[in-house]
């Protein structure tokens, strides 16, 4: 059985989940709204720069979650895939999707946000593997620590590995479609990779290498 893993966010998502939960926190009077919104954007853009340090990053944006309970934070979520991630699904990736799903293929998402954020999104894509980041959760609340390794950069294949291994899978013939130069470990262990709307640095590489680059944004 062929893989299809995908990364979600600026691939799948025409957006970052991830970005966009700590702007809905912001805008919904649940965090202190400059201090949050100026830590969130630095750290995107250290992201964006890959300069990000993951586990300072997690620090920051699994707070929230201890800092609630469980009831108000699914409530919160449920009201954050309606106004934020709905606007960034793409009719384009439903297609891409669905063309694997044709091929037979096992449809896997593997992206550096947690759990709790991409989980329903993996859901409404209607992907049944997701490998995300783990936010620790112990008596039913976030600790604010990280369970495992993060699924970030040399991350997503130690923890692709270990779902493999679990699995009793191979990489044969698996693609990943990326956007990000911080998913270049995990592309390069593919057959197929693509790069996906790719940033600047994720674009010339994949070029010079001949990959396949693509666009989803029409």
């Given amino acids: ?60 944006a699994l707070q929230p979650l201890a800092s609630h309970n469980m009831e108000e934070l699914l409530a919160w979520r449920e009201a954050f895939m309606e106004k934020k991630v709905r606007p960034m699904m793409q009719a384009t990736a439903d297609t891409l999707l669905d063309s694997h799903r044709e091929q037979g293929h096992t449809l896997m998402i593997i992206t550096a946000t947690n759990r709790f954020v991409t989980e329903p999104i993996a859901e409404a894509l209607g992907i049944e593997h997701l490998i995300a980041t783990e936010p620790e959760l112990v008596n039913g609340r976030y600790t ?44 390069k262990k593919v057959d197929n990779p693509v790069a996906v709307d790719p940033d600047p640095t994720l674009e010339q590489y994949a070029r010079d290498a001949g990959w396949k680059v693509m666009s989803l944004r029409g």
């Avoid at 995908?6 to 700590?22: E, P, Q, R, Y």
């Avoid at 013939?173 to 592309?187: I, K, R, T």
């Fill in 1 to 60: 059985m062929t893989l299809a893993i995908f990364d979600l966010d600026n691939t799948l998502l025409a957006g970052d989940s991830d970005h966009a939960w700590g702007e809905f926190l912001v805008e919904e009077g649940i965090v202190d709204a400059e201090e949050y919104r100026r830590a969130n954007d630095r750290f995107y853009q250290e992201y964006l720069n890959g300069e990000l340090d993951i586990l300072h990053y997690l620090g920051f």
């Fill in 144 to 187: 604010g620590e990280v369970a495992g390794t993060p699924s970030f950069q040399d991350g997503k294949v130690t923890r692709l590995d270990d779902w493999l291994n679990a699995h009793n899978r191979t990489l044969e013939g698996a693609w990943f479609y990326s956007d990000s130069h911080n998913d270049l470990p995990l592309l």
